[in-house]
């Protein structure tokens, strides 16, 4: 007889963890609607044209591959084989599993960019697959939250994603958090003020390493990646920086970056996003101006967010930022935009560590009808119907069994209340109305009941 087993880097989500997964989608859903955005989905597969060459050469290794169906391999000839790789998947592979959803997102704005109106606002969540090593929190399939606006370079959109993210966190329970901001424009003006201009990319792999690693060997690494020593000692301020609240920070930073134009233009952009939160009506709670923060940096071309909560051992648990040409490498040239993405099993992992999910999250039967006999039986049924009716989450015991096990049933299922049904209950049309908590019981007529859990 087979074991059965499952994919390594795959789970199964049982009733438990899917009524408080869907607990965080649900808020984060009601949060991105509440803010006009639009759910979109695209299919699990892609074609490999649209995959490949997106992710740089490390993400090719790692995308999902689908093996043409049928006699594939009848297409595959020794000149193919001699040609190598590339030429014989062409022949046995002609689509891939999402490896995200930003690239199937940017190919859906190009192929429907005539239907859309702009500015754009979507939501997608779906699971991604990626050919990884699995680990601990880190799946070959896994969830992602993703919200864009594309066709606009309003910084309004910046300070939405703030307020949809505050939102959020305060919806879930979770109070300990930080929202880290930076823009890309002031990483390039720190290369170009130290004399390395152009080599924001390496210098901020190095820097985005401090905490781990210390001062010492972030200047070891940057030596070794081609920086002078001159470079380097100009780093100094930054790393030595005493300014804490936001306004400390930008002080700090004018002055840092006097001489660089396009850092003086990201330390504005940030200074705009800042004022029409407080137009919003809004404060600056949770808010901190992290000047070295380098998330995704070949990625995004202006504001960078990434939010951790604090008090547990979990990495980010949002990030994301502005880019300038999502849809460009399929022939749709600058079109800005920006989006984040909720990291749903972290939250998932914080919220489980410090204890905030509600008891309501479990969405089982609020009441089980159990019977004595054939005849309570149907009489359940009867009112089994009237608690649906009222939109009451309710089910009967399928089988005639001893109460006990019926009981027995509630309790495992968590199911909090039981409707027992018999001779006394069908003559004076009640039911006895048990709380499987307290132990209480009560004789009651159904719409009492129905008052009760409503």
Same mark, same amino acid.
Request: hydrophobic letters at 40%.
């Given at each position: ?12 989500f ?21 803010f ?13 044209s649209?995959?490949?060459g997106?992710?740089?050469?490390e993400?090719d290794?790692?995308?999902f ?5 049928g ?41 429907n ?10 939501f997608q969540i ?14 070959r399939e896994?969830?992602q ?14 300070a ?16 300990d ?11 390039? /003006?720190?290369a170009? +003020?130290?004399? &390395?201009a152009?080599?924001? %990319?390496?210098?901020? @792999?190095? =820097?985005? !390493? $401090?905490?781990?690693? /210390?001062?010492?060997? +972030?200047?070891e &690494?940057?030596?070794?990646? %081609?920086?002078g020593? @001159?470079a =380097?000692? !100009? $780093? ?15 002080n ?41 923060l ?5 990625y995004?071309?202006?504001a ?16 994301g ?24 099993d ?13 008891d309501?999250?479990?969405t ?12 309570a ?5 009867g ?12 089910e ?15 309790s ?16 004076n ?6 709380n ?19």
């Amino acid at each position: 007889m087979q074991k059965p087993t499952l994919p390594k880097g795959t789970r199964d989500f049982g009733p438990v963890q899917m009524a408080k997964r869907n607990f965080i989608l649900d808020t984060i859903k009601a949060t991105f609607r509440l803010f006009g955005y639009e759910q979109l989905e695209t299919p699990a597969m892609e074609n490999l044209s649209t995959l490949t060459g997106k992710y740089g050469d490390e993400g090719d290794q790692l995308l999902f591959k689908i093996l043409n169906s049928g006699d594939f391999l009848k297409k595959v000839t020794p000149q193919d084989i001699q040609e190598g790789a590339a030429s014989t998947l062409s022949k046995v592979a002609e689509k891939g599993l999402r490896y995200d959803l930003t690239v199937p997102f940017a190919r859906y704005v190009v192929m429907n960019r005539h239907e859309l109106t702009f500015p754009f606002k979507r939501f997608q969540i779906q699971p991604v697959w990626r050919a990884d090593r699995p680990q601990k929190g880190r799946y070959r399939e896994f969830y992602q939250c993703d919200a864009d606006v594309i066709g606009t370079d309003s910084l309004l959109c910046e300070a939405e994603i703030i307020l949809m993210i505050r939102r959020v966190f305060e919806k879930l329970g979770i109070q300990d958090y930080s929202i880290k901001l930076n823009n890309r424009k002031v990483l390039t /003006g720190i290369a170009e +003020v130290i004399g &390395e201009a152009g080599k924001e %990319g390496p210098l901020c @792999v190095a =820097i985005d !390493k $401090l905490d781990k690693i /210390g001062r010492e060997k +972030v200047e070891e &690494e940057l030596l070794e990646r %081609g920086f002078g020593s @001159v470079a =380097i000692q !100009k $780093l100094a301020p930054l790393f030595e920086s005493n300014a804490e609240s936001i306004s400390e920070v930008l002080n700090f930073l004018e002055d840092f970056l006097q001489a660089s134009e396009i850092g003086l233009q990201g330390i504005k952009e940030l200074q705009e996003m800042l004022q029409l939160l407080n137009n919003l009506g809004t404060d600056q709670e949770h808010l901190v101006l992290d000047f070295l923060l380098a998330r995704g940096l070949s990625y995004y071309t202006g504001a960078i967010f990434e939010v951790k909560a604090h008090g547990v051992q979990i990495g980010s648990v949002s990030g994301g930022g502005r880019y300038d040409d999502l849809t460009g490498v399929f022939g749709m040239p600058n079109m800005s935009g920006v989006g984040f993405s909720f990291g749903v099993d972290r939250i998932y992992d914080v919220m489980e560590e410090l204890g905030l999910f509600p008891d309501q999250t479990l969405t089982g039967s609020q009441i089980l009808l159990a019977h004595f006999d054939r005849k309570a039986y149907g009489y359940a049924l009867g009112v089994l119907s009237k608690f649906r009716t009222q939109g009451i989450r309710a089910e009967v015991y399928p089988d005639l069994t001893k109460m006990k096990k019926q009981l027995d049933y509630a309790s495992k299922k968590g199911i909090p209340f039981v409707a027992i049904c018999g001779d006394d209950e069908i003559k004076n049309e009640t039911i006895a109305f048990k709380n499987l908590k307290t132990g209480e019981q009560e004789s009651m007529k159904v719409e009492d009941a129905i008052n009760r859990l409503i």
